[in-house]
């Protein structure tokens, strides 16, 4: 489904000096998995993230979704894929505030381009019941716990069924007991609905939550 093919990634720093963020990335996601990218800050999990979502183009190599080729892509294309095909989910959660927790999650449907098989509005308020927010619905973010929010922000990554959804630091800005929830919650959405989960974090204890552990360091997979 996700495979990164000899990524590099190069930042130039001047005219003579670049920060080579990734060296020669390889690996590949298969449907249904549950993946964690772990290493130290600065080691370039979050840069792989990037690219995995098509947030970023590497410097060289291939990267493959499906059987699309993303640097064959134009940014117009590449953003239909991330719409329809990503769903993503940040440590900041970035929800908007002036919009209700249901508006929130509706808010990757107002830029589909494809007909949708459903009703978007009844699919937004069946995620948020699963996920205990039925009371919320009506709800700003600002006026709700971050554990809350940040089931909010889970809801809105699946309300275009995305073929695999991308979690950076998603406990990161959570405490011990909430952030333990929400990977109880990425577990089940993974054991339960088969979703193929690519999470990245720092803390050991997280990674360990995941069925397969990717580990990084310099820009590089040591394991």
Same mark, same amino acid.
């Given at each position: 489904m996700i495979a990164l093919q000899e990524i590099w990634k190069e930042y130039p720093i001047n005219k003579e000096?670049?920060?080579? !963020?990734? $060296?020669g990335?390889?690996?590949s996601i298969a449907p249904g998995e549950f993946v964690a990218i772990t290493g130290p800050s600065g080691c370039g999990k979050s840069t792989t993230m990037q690219i995995?979502?098509?947030l970023d183009r590497p410097t060289r190599g291939k990267v493959l979704i499906g059987d699309k080729e993303a640097e064959k892509l134009s940014d117009d294309e590449l953003s239909r894929l991330r719409n329809e095909y990503i769903g993503f989910?940040?440590?900041?959660?970035?929800l908007i505030n002036k919009l209700t927790v249901l508006e929130?999650?509706?808010?990757?449907?107002?830029? !589909?381009? $494809? $007909?949708?098989?459903?009703n978007?509005?009844?699919h937004a308020v069946y995620l948020l019941e699963r996920f205990g927010l039925k009371e919320k619905i009506r709800?700003?973010?600002n006026k709700i716990s971050g554990g809350q929010q940040q089931r909010v922000a889970i809801a809105r990554s699946l309300i275009m069924?995305?073929?695999?959804?991308? !979690?950076?630091?998603?406990?990161?800005?959570?405490?011990t007991q909430t952030g333990e929830e929400i990977m109880k919650l990425f577990s089940q959405l993974n054991k339960e609905d088969n979703i193929t989960i690519v999470l990245v974090t720092h803390e050991h204890d997280i990674a360990m939550r995941a069925r397969r552990q990717i580990q990084m360091k310099d820009g590089k997979i040591i394991a």
């Open positions: 000096e670049v920060f080579t !963020a990734l $060296k990335v390889s690996l995995l979502g098509l989910v940040f440590q900041q959660f970035n929130n999650v509706l808010v990757p449907t107002v830029y !589909a381009r $494809k $007909k949708l098989g459903y978007p509005r009844d709800s700003y973010p069924n995305p073929d695999f959804v991308l !979690a950076d630091e998603p406990t990161g800005n959570l405490d």
